[in-house]
């Protein structure tokens, strides 16, 4: 039996050899653990520093916590006139229960300062010769001490303010905060105490009762996310750059079984260094390459991720994104969008409830472009938001449901091109893959079927730096620099495409008040542009100055 710091509730402790003893043969390991902690201190503060003699007076505070009950032990062995404190009718029965011989006269409260009209009562007005306190918050009250009387204090070794403190001379205060420094001499009164038979542990039936919060404070909970080590993951899109992070976040929490679901199955370059890692660790990893857009498919995905053990947790991560305005969009991008997004989740949503009944986490990746749209993704957005229907109905049914709306991504995805230029989507920076994986901790323990994580881009009023427009529409467009174009090309023979057309006639209009038809920006120049503009490519009006409903429209012919 021994201590160990910070607890010894693991499978794996170090122990210091001076912080050990041999378990007596009448003791059953349950009464060894109740011993070493309590009576270390116990010893140190009513031996060591007190030095407790025969028929003295000592005041034990707490008499119900741990460390009270070994000090009221030791109290009786060296034959002292005990006194001792409780602070609810529970703590006074359990100390009449245990130490009988105490009689109620000498118990007092701490918190209402009742033990010390007790003790002086009692004493005569002399008070008593040593008082162990372990809780630095209760009212010792060196008041009761008498002249040469030692306080000690258990546990801090700062004491409490105020001119009550040293009423009298001859006091001798102790401290106890730690066991650095002093192993040796608590190694030395534990053994000794051992031999002498100074020691009672608790007995089992007991021990639920002596072994007394230490606190009264109470402790909030949070939640956290674990994964189960015997139970299989499944993550669909799971080679994808925010997959590989998903997968080994969910390893670093425990999770040893994966089925990584990939439209090719081809395992290289990082993903190939992140599988072995994996492996290492003791992971079983799966590349499966079955179709999940079909009924078929699915099917043999979990009934094949559930011979590595029971699905505890089902990811899609699968997206296809085509942007096109919407006069541009044909059924066959819709299908093409509903295919990865709405139909894997439909298919995953019904026969996980046949093959999954062990399914902890159902959870679909959504993104901001349902809850607020996006110019040309019109596909993509709907298909997210059926995937959220689904999962609103798997939380009716009393299922697992989850579908996480998450703005721009960086450092992976198909917005980590757009990070060094601080560019924004939706008013939304890019959130990094850490935060992300942050946020997932605390969406996977809450009840909520729709939940979103993005970054907010704030602006201060009156701070709004003039645009750029040049540079802007030049950017939209993807050209480096002028200087490798004909200023006097059009923008559809630049490579203006449906989506950047919106872009550059938003710009315009926002920023110059230029209102111009499709056909007008699509044959409009950059040289035309610069005769609108200053050298410094910020527009004649600033707009950030104006009030909106005082702007006109102005049209320029091309």
Same mark, same amino acid.
């Given at each position: 039996?021994?201590?160990?710091?910070?607890?010894?509730?693991?499978?794996?402790?170090?122990?210091?050899?001076?912080?050990?003893?041999?378990?007596?043969?009448?003791?059953?390991?349950?009464? @060894?653990?109740?011993?070493?902690?309590?009576?270390?201190?116990?010893?140190?503060?009513?031996?060591?520093?007190?030095?407790?003699?025969?028929?003295?007076?000592?005041?034990?505070?707490?008499?119900?916590?741990?460390?009270?009950?070994?000090?009221?032990?030791?109290?009786?062995?060296?034959?002292?006139?005990?006194?001792?404190?409780?602070?609810?009718?529970?703590?006074? %029965?359990?100390?009449?229960?245990?130490?009988?011989?105490?009689?109620?006269?000498?118990?007092?409260?701490?918190?209402?300062?009742?033990?010390?009209?007790?003790?002086?009562?009692?004493?005569?007005?002399?008070?008593?010769?040593?008082?162990?306190?372990?809780?630095?918050?209760?009212?010792?009250?060196?008041?009761?001490?008498?002249?040469?009387? !030692?306080?000690?204090?258990?546990? #801090?070794?700062?004491?409490?303010?105020?001119?009550?403190?040293?009423?009298?001379?001859?006091?001798?205060?102790?401290?106890?905060?730690?066991?650095?420094?002093? #192993?040796?001499?608590?190694?030395?009164?534990?053994?000794?105490?051992?031999?002498?038979?100074?020691?009672?542990?608790?007995?089992?039936?007991?021990?639920?009762?002596?072994?007394?919060?230490? @606190?009264? $404070?109470?402790?909030?909970?949070?939640?956290?996310?674990?994964?189960?080590? %015997?139970?299989?993951?499944?993550?669909?899109?799971?080679?994808?750059?925010?997959?590989?992070?998903?997968?080994?976040?969910?390893? *670093?929490?425990? /999770?040893? +079984?994966?089925?990584?679901?990939?439209?090719?199955?081809?395992?290289?370059?990082?993903?190939?260094?992140?599988?072995?890692?994996?492996?290492?660790?003791?992971?079983?990893? !799966?590349?499966?390459?079955?179709?999940?857009?079909?009924?078929?498919?699915?099917?043999?995905?979990?009934?094949?991720?559930?011979?590595? /053990?029971?699905?505890?947790?089902?990811?899609?991560?699968?997206?296809?994104?085509?942007?096109?305005?919407?006069?541009?969009?044909?059924?066959? !991008?819709?299908?093409?969008?509903?295919?990865?997004?709405?139909?894997?989740?439909? =298919?995953?949503?019904?026969?996980?409830?046949?093959?999954?009944?062990?399914?902890?986490?159902?959870?679909?990746?959504?993104?901001?472009?349902?809850?607020?749209? &996006?110019?040309?993704?019109?596909?993509?957005?709907?298909?997210?938001?059926?995937?959220?229907?689904?999962?609103?109905?798997?939380?009716?049914?009393?299922?697992? @449901?989850?579908?996480?709306?998450?703005?721009?991504?960086?450092?992976?995805?198909?917005?980590?091109?757009?990070?060094? !230029?601080?560019?924004?989507?939706?008013?939304?920076?890019?959130?990094?893959?850490?935060?992300?994986?942050?946020?997932?901790?605390?969406?996977?323990?809450?009840?909520?079927?729709?939940?979103?994580?993005?970054?907010?881009?704030?602006?201060? +009023? /009156?701070?709004?730096?003039?645009?750029?427009?040049?540079?802007?529409?030049?950017?939209?467009?993807?050209?480096?620099?002028?200087?490798?174009? &004909?200023?006097?090309?059009?923008?559809?023979?630049?490579?203006?495409?449906?989506?950047?057309?919106?872009?550059? +006639?938003?710009?315009?209009?926002?920023?110059?008040?230029?209102?111009?038809?499709? %056909?007008?920006?699509?044959?409009?120049?950059?040289?035309?542009? $610069?005769?609108?503009?200053?050298? &410094?490519?910020?527009?004649?009006? =600033? *707009?950030?100055?104006?009030?909106?409903?005082?702007?006109?429209?102005?049209?320029?012919?091309?």
């Amino acid at each position: 039996m021994g201590i160990v710091p910070n607890g010894a509730l693991s499978t794996l402790v170090s122990a210091d050899s001076l912080l050990l003893w041999e378990l007596p043969d009448a003791w059953s390991f349950e009464e @060894g653990a109740s011993v070493p902690l309590a009576y270390a201190m116990a010893l140190y503060g009513v031996v060591h520093l007190a030095k407790a003699s025969r028929g003295e007076r000592i005041l034990i505070h707490s008499g119900a916590s741990q460390i009270g009950h070994a000090a009221i032990h030791l109290a009786r062995h060296y034959k002292c006139d005990i006194f001792t404190t409780a602070d609810s009718k529970r703590e006074r %029965q359990l100390i009449k229960a245990t130490f009988p011989e105490i009689p109620d006269s000498h118990i007092g409260g701490s918190r209402d300062g009742s033990f010390e009209t007790v003790v002086l009562r009692h004493t005569l007005g002399r008070g008593v010769d040593i008082i162990i306190d372990a809780f630095p918050d209760h009212n010792t009250s060196p008041r009761c001490l008498t002249r040469k009387g !030692r306080l000690i204090k258990l546990g #801090k070794r700062d004491f409490p303010d105020g001119g009550g403190l040293f009423p009298c001379q001859g006091q001798t205060f102790g401290a106890f905060s730690n066991f650095n420094g002093m #192993k040796a001499v608590l190694h030395t009164l534990v053994s000794n105490a051992l031999v002498k038979g100074m020691i009672k542990p608790y007995s089992p039936p007991d021990e639920n009762q002596a072994v007394i919060k230490m @606190g009264e $404070k109470p402790i909030a909970g949070f939640p956290r996310f674990w994964c189960d080590s %015997q139970m299989t993951y499944v993550i669909v899109g799971g080679l994808g750059g925010f997959g590989l992070e998903l997968v080994d976040w969910l390893a *670093l929490k425990g /999770g040893r +079984k994966f089925v990584l679901v990939s439209r090719t199955g081809a395992v290289k370059g990082y993903a190939a260094f992140r599988i072995k890692l994996w492996r290492s660790y003791g992971a079983v990893v !799966r590349v499966a390459t079955d179709k999940a857009t079909c009924r078929e498919g699915c099917e043999s995905l979990l009934r094949n991720a559930a011979t590595l /053990g029971p699905i505890a947790g089902i990811f899609n991560l699968a997206s296809i994104v085509t942007d096109h305005c919407f006069e541009d969009q044909t059924e066959g !991008r819709f299908l093409t969008a509903f295919s990865v997004k709405a139909r894997i989740t439909h =298919n995953l949503d019904v026969l996980s409830r046949e093959l999954c009944p062990s399914l902890r986490h159902f959870v679909v990746f959504s993104s901001l472009v349902c809850g607020r749209g &996006n110019i040309g993704q019109a596909p993509y957005g709907m298909a997210n938001s059926i995937a959220e229907r689904i999962c609103e109905a798997r939380k009716r049914d009393g299922l697992p @449901g989850l579908a996480i709306q998450w703005g721009p991504i960086g450092e992976v995805g198909t917005e980590v091109g757009k990070q060094d !230029r601080g560019e924004q989507v939706l008013g939304a920076l890019q959130q990094g893959v850490t935060s992300c994986l942050s946020c997932l901790d605390q969406f996977l323990v809450q009840s909520a079927p729709i939940v979103s994580s993005t970054i907010i881009s704030t602006k201060c +009023k /009156g701070m709004v730096e003039p645009v750029n427009i040049v540079t802007a529409i030049r950017d939209i467009l993807g050209i480096t620099s002028l200087k490798t174009i &004909n200023e006097h090309a059009n923008m559809a023979e630049l490579g203006m495409d449906s989506i950047s057309l919106v872009q550059v +006639k938003q710009v315009l209009e926002r920023e110059m008040e230029l209102y111009l038809t499709a %056909q007008e920006v699509r044959e409009f120049t950059f040289a035309q542009l $610069k005769s609108l503009v200053p050298e &410094n490519g910020t527009p004649i009006q =600033n *707009l950030c100055s104006e009030d909106t409903t005082t702007r006109k429209e102005r049209r320029v012919t091309v």
